[in-house]
């Protein structure tokens, strides 16, 4: 059994998993769909979510430099990073810097895929996650499963005995909403005494040099404000070209994550503190991080490149509500996870990813900007096949059947033989073993052939006319 | 340039060679923009304040709300919300001149902003109809973090300053240089991170309300 | 249309072919009730899907420029399986976009091939007179034709005019079963996982029988209702439609 398989019998097994999966996703659904019927522009902002990502894509270099023209005026400093190993040294540089004791982070992917929290804790960094769900991992000291609700495997149970155990002066941990305030309390101070705070960036504003962040909690207003220093990590590919656009993605990506209009807090932050402020970082970092999206530009992937990271395609993925977020084993799971994580991390090793999947399309049909999610994953699949990374005995099947495929007439005689042998283990109209046919078997009976082939059938029947 | 730049780019450029000129490019947004309108939810029907008070106590962002004619009633509406939450007459009061000016006579007010402030009172730049939204713009007047600390936030915001829709907003500034800060606030805080189940408060406010300054003449 | 009958091609698909002929024989009997000359090229094997869903790209195209020849002349083309209908009319062209001669030959085919139920329904505006099936039933949309080609309200509609039979509705009736082709037997378990919230939402209809437009699908349904003791009964839509509904369904023996 590969790891892959190992991870998925682990998560099927795991009853309470499967309890946490569904009571976020279902409520995630259902409020996502109401949230789109109640706008019935959304298909025309979808299209246009689209284009203005691609438009910003396509001309990459002008945007960046845009914003990096922008963002320098305002006395932002902009760093850049090839890889994630170059933007962790970037920000643990910063931190070092400022003689930094600890951090604040306010949840961000792209910090999660360059190892962020791990390159902070190397280099004897304290690091307070404050997105609650991040939070409860970081005590847990477990990865996210899901890139919107990175808890999302977690049962309340479960979160009231980590804070049991982490927590000072908990109080009563019965309800969810003891649970919170429990967590308000424990990090109020944590905020305050940062002296840096790290948030990624869900949009880059190419002409003011902006960068926007989206909250429920106010977590990343507490991560970015008090502190000396804000750092933001940012992937290439967040620009929007003006407030403009941004307002138009925010409506896409607000209701597809969450089924709201607007998240609850929604900042573009322009640089350090200004003469007079009271509040506010003297110091305001931006690290644009490229970290295989170049790579996936150049190999054909340049759709993903639109991903908001909004969750709507996981939450409507089959495959990943019944395993969850781990099994994937990566940062981002799911149907874009399939996309990227070969990218990331190599075909051969996730390999799994792109065929484990039923090729539907519902994610696509969710998607705010309409990434085509089943031909990229059936594009990696073309790439394992022509590099021969498809398992052997089901590629000598696929071939023997191939080769049958294009000679009609011996493909009849096999299917006419095989549909005498069949019925040898047929009980009823049913089998429910069969040599060669476990895969289907083992969980399912399959019907019994009626009996000869169509074509046969069709031919005798018109002999007989 | 920095290396990383210049290897990013480099890479980009390999895999787009043909980069378009800076007037195609702006030809074509133009032609985006002209998509906009079409696709913004057409439900903001009438003024927008009144539009306003309608979403900000619809059930998405269950803030409460009210009205009032003139400034000078805003400070017994402060009261009497303290009043109704049991809290104690004892505010932080956002440093911003129309709000100090008003007569605060019968509670205690300061100008900065406790870690576990409980009631602040704020002036909020203007509002978004289309989604109940809040907007503050960071200030000496207006700091950042008075929308953040306290368990109860009361803003007052002038009708005026209420836009149908998000873009309205964006264009009323465009071309003018933003704050440091430019927060949007729909709502309460609040968090679904346990099991998808809201609750209110977990690092920002826990209750906010919106009162509204002035209306058109009849 | 009327003068000039048109000469549809009756591509059965390989599933039909050889575990179910019954669907390709209700899919002669609803053609032969419009105004059009069917016939089954001899020729036929499989759309190629298979290859295609496992990456084999080069030899897709070999399996399509087979069909590409055979259905070559005809003036409609017809599969009874929204799955291989989507694969000759979207796959196809995309697979020779760097061959324009067989690109073109590809977009031609795609252009002429419909899903048997849209096509009964939105090029004849049919509807089944005279057919009655006093029962209940359940439909499930298969993803390809739901999503790729649009096939949703047709079969209903044309279900509707079955006399004598009540369609319940399924909660999720849009979501993926679990069969994704070769996926089902790669992934046994993450696909038992699936199939069994689906045949859970089928039996939680109440209805005697499950409807729906794709062998693939049905034979995944089925299979795992009939493991689980399930009551319901499993037909292709074109059963009922041709009034076949009183043989024996999916894993019934006649
Ligand atoms: S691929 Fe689309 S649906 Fe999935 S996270 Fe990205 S934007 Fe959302």
Redesign the interface.
Known sequence: MNAFQGRVTAALADATLKIAIDRTTNTARSKRTAAIAAWPEFAKARELGRDIKDHVIANMEYYLNQFETNAKKTGAKIHWARTGQEACEIVVGICKAANAKSVTRSKSMLGEEIGLPHALEAAGIERVETDLAEHIIQLAGEAPSHIIWPALHKTREQVGELFKAHHTDPGALETVEQMVNSARRNLREKFMAADVGISGANFLIADTGAICTVTNEGNAELTTTPPRVHIVTAGIEKLVPSMVEAMTMLRLLVRSATGAELTQYTTFHTGPKRAGDVDGPEEFHIVLVDAGRTTMLAEGLAEMLRCLRCGACMNHCVVYRQIGGHAYGATYPGPMGSVITPSLDGLEKSQDLPRACTLNGQCQEVCPVAIPLPKLIRGWRTKAWVQGYEPLHTAWALRIWEFLAVRPVLYQLASNMALRIMPVFAKGGWISKMPLAGGWTRYRDMPKPQGGTFLAQYKKHQAAK | MSNAKKAIFAAIRKALPAPASAPTIAAELTQLRARVTATRPDRVSGPPDEVFLDRVQSPGVAATAERIISWDEFPAVVMRYAEQHHLAPNIALQPHPDLEALNWGGCQTHDHIHTDETLAVGLALGGIAETGTLIFHSSPQSPTLFAFLPLHHVVAVPYKNIWSWMEDYVASFDGKSPPRNVNFVTGASGTTDIEGALVRGAHGPGWLHIVVVGAAAQ | MKNNPPRVALF?T?L??????????AALALLEQVNCVVE?P?????C?Q????????D?TR??AK?NIKLLAGFDHVVVPSGSCAATIKKDYPDLFEADPVWHAKAVDLANRTYELLSYMSDLWGWRPKDVSYATTATYHDS??GL??LNVQAQPRKMLADVTGLELLPLEGA???C???????????????????EKAAAINATGAALLLGGDLGCL??M???L??DGSKVRAFHTAEILAGMGDG?A????A
Do not use: W
């Open positions: 059965a390989c039909v072919d050889a575990m179910r002929p019954q669907i390709g024989f089954v001899m020729g036929q094997t499989c190629g298979p290859a295609l869903n496992s990456g084999d790209q030899g070999k399996i087979q993803c390809s999503r790729s849009n979501v993926c679990g069969f994704g082709g070769t996926f089902c037997v790669k992934y046994p378990d993450i696909s038992n996982a699936i199939v069994g034979m995944n089925a299979g795992k009939h493991r024996p999916i894993g019934e023996t």
